[in-house]
């Protein structure tokens, strides 16, 4: 078993970005600041892991912003294949 890396952010590449280019208004997946979102972490060398915190920690009622490249709606089709995929290790993670 490998030791899970807690410091990946360390190594992000929105470490310094404008924190507002990751919340804009307007989500459609083609908007511009979508875009503008999406290039920063195209670039990113810790995407995965971001996209795993962001997959166990984030609250599905409270979804907003870009995070490891994706849009809320983008997630939450992540999360509800993922619980389609495992329900047994989603069921786990939510009593734990
Ligand atoms: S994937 Fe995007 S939101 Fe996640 S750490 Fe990298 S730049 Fe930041």
């Given at each position: 078993?490998?030791?899970?890396?807690?410091?990946?952010h360390?190594?992000?590449?929105?470490?310094?970005?404008?924190?507002?280019?990751?919340?804009?208004?307007?989500?459609?997946?083609?908007?511009?600041?979508?875009?503008?979102?999406?290039?920063?972490?195209?670039?990113?060398?810790?995407?995965?892991?971001?996209?795993?915190?962001?997959?166990?920690?984030?609250?599905?009622?409270?979804?907003?912003?870009?995070?490891?490249?994706?849009?809320?709606?983008e997630?939450?089709?992540?999360?509800?294949?993922q619980?389609?995929?495992?329900?047994?290790?989603?069921?786990?993670?939510?009593?734990?």
């Amino acid at each position: 078993m490998t030791a899970r890396n807690t410091l990946w952010h360390l190594d992000a590449a929105c470490v310094g970005a404008d924190p507002e280019v990751f919340f804009p208004l307007d989500l459609a997946p083609v908007s511009h600041g979508v875009a503008a979102a999406k290039r920063i972490c195209a670039l990113c060398p810790v995407q995965a892991e971001c996209l795993a915190d962001v997959m166990i920690a984030e609250d599905p009622a409270r979804r907003w912003g870009i995070s490891a490249g994706t849009t809320p709606a983008e997630r939450a089709a992540l999360f509800a294949a993922q619980r389609q995929a495992t329900p047994a290790a989603v069921a786990m993670r939510e009593v734990a």
